[in-house]
């Protein structure tokens, strides 16, 4: 079955820097979106940013444009989501999530088009 493993969680003071991983040990990865989610304590969950088969095309919310970068290294079977100039309001358990289909992103910040998902990993930014 396809596994998706997140890693790089931890505690961050405002203004730090984090930076996530997301493995897939089920399949080769290659052409299928990828996504991270996020969902704050008390708060539902929500996108945070996405990938396609290309580096070239990433999206991002509106909250961590131009703070976050997310890539992929089809080689290495990993998604990363770079967190730079973390703010308290970043706290929230982060979560990898995958497309079944290829060649696609539509959809790319809706969890209902996602097929699987990771367990989480914890980020703390302290103010």
């Known amino acids: 079955q396809v596994q998706l493993i997140e890693s790089g969680g931890g505690l961050v003071q405002a203004g730090g820097s984090l930076r996530l991983s997301c493995v897939d040990s089920?399949?080769?990865?290659?052409?299928?979106?990828m996504g991270w989610f996020r969902q704050p304590p008390g708060k539902e969950r929500e996108f945070v940013a996405a990938?396609?088969?290309?580096?070239?095309?990433?999206f991002y919310s509106d909250s961590v444009k131009g703070r976050f970068t997310i890539s992929r290294n089809n080689a290495n079977n990993t998604v990363s989501l770079q967190m730079n100039s973390l703010k308290s309001e970043d706290t929230a358990v982060y979560y990898c999530?995958?497309?079944?289909?290829?060649?696609?992103?539509?959809?790319?910040?809706?969890?209902?088009?996602?097929?699987?998902w990771g367990q989480g990993t914890q980020v703390t930014v302290s103010s």
């Open positions: 999530a995958a497309y079944a289909r290829l060649y696609s992103y539509a959809g790319f910040d809706e969890e209902g088009q996602y097929d699987y």
């Open positions: 990938i396609a088969w290309s580096d070239s095309i990433t």
């Open positions: 089920g399949r080769t990865f290659s052409k299928n979106t």
